[in-house]
């Protein structure tokens, strides 16, 4: 960074980046790199925001996000630019259950179908299909390749799945695939925006069925994704050291309170200090973002995870291959479980023997709070009996800023515009990986080549 030329003058920084998680890391890495003199502000302690690691049963575990969608290569290219010191691993083949409630109101669990996109078959008829909707609700499933196409304003993704793949698609998978993945009640969002690649299938080809049959990897569900040997939360980790090398400044522990439009610039205001910018990158989550640039979104719910070591015989035998999402009906406060060590083989090679370590989602509103509730939750939704007793260690936490609505994108992206501040992150590019770091990096190049290169430089 370009040191002070007169006292009386003000620093303008080339970029002053609000917020550490892997969107605003990304982009102090690429603007250190081109030379360009950037601050990194973090309110936590440490940056990484949802790449984040907590201890549990001696290894250090991902307590956000613990894997990516190769959907597109942003992670993969991300790594090999910055050579960052990683290895990516695949997840280990068992994949995925579903569990729901069956006849005589039983919980079942059965492997999620190999060939769907967030919950639409590819196939309605294929026995891993029919094994979860039923006989009735496959044939009617399969009714939806021949159907005309919906006219009209696109409806919500659940009314768009009800009314062309029938009642039982809608509630057994693509309301659990939606609320576990994407963090959203099916009724709440539109595949559109959900979805985009799907979307524009659909409107070209006409049904879901041949949408999803085009789209859909050949694998089993699960295996588009790919992790971080030892945790993705080293990502992270190491693309901050990266940035740092590169002189990027960045500051931990310091929150931003406020930004105010200049005339050659913007002014960023920190508890007892003020900067100037000549740009500004926004990369929080939704909240932070709204208050800082004075708009208005709607609350979201936070997401709530526990994360537990359990010794249990039943559970090590991997009774639900990586994991479970559940369906609604299925009473319990949990919306998913990750099976860790059945996911990742660094887990598993870490672990002791008959030693398991889960991560519970609860649903929205619900907390999985003590040792007798992990307990309970990982019976249902794996069949496996464990005592609470078993529950050696548990964390919890809870994520309260992360879940951007497609609506509050457009309010965000309107309130940003207005005052010349650009956005990165989830807040701009939509939930995961896949998606954030492609669009962090092409919003650094756009910066790059639309700012003159001045290093931290003094007016009057
Ligand atoms: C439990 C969980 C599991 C997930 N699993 C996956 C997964 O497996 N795969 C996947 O691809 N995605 C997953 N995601 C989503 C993924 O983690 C996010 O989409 C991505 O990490 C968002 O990165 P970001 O940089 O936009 O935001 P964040 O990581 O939220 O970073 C924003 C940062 O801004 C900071 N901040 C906020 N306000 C201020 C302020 N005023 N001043 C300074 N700093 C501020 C915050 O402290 C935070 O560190 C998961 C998310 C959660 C919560």
New binding site residues.
Partial sequence: MAGALMSDAAVVHDLVI???????LTIAWEAARAGRDVVL????DT?????RAGAVAGLDVD???????TRTSGVHDLVVDARLPVQFVDPLPAGAHLAFRGRFGRTHRAPLPRRAIVGMPADPTAPDVARILGAAGSRRAAEERAMPRTEGAEPSLADLVTQRFGAAVAARLVEPLCRSVYSHDAASVRLSALHPALWEAYERLGSLTAAVDALAPATRAGSA?RGVEGG?WRLASELRAEALRAGAVIRTG????ELRRKDNGTAVIIDGETLDAAEIVL???PS?AAK?LGASVAPAEP?R?AVAEIASRALAAHPVGSGVIVAQDVATPAKALTHVDAKWEWADAALGTDVSLVRL?ARDGARIDAEVDVARAVRTLTGASVAPSAVRSLVH?E?P??VSTPDARTALAAAAAARGIRL????AAG????S?IPHARALAHEILATTPQEGARHVR
């Fill in positions: 609000v917020g550490g998680g892997i969107a605003g502000f973090e309110q936590a940056t990484g925001g949802m790449l307590l956000g996000a613990e894997s990516f969608a994704v993705l310091t929150a931003v309170r990369a929080t989550g932070a800082l997401v995870l989602s936490v994520w800023d992360a990165a992150g989830a807040i939930t995961g990986l896949a954030v």
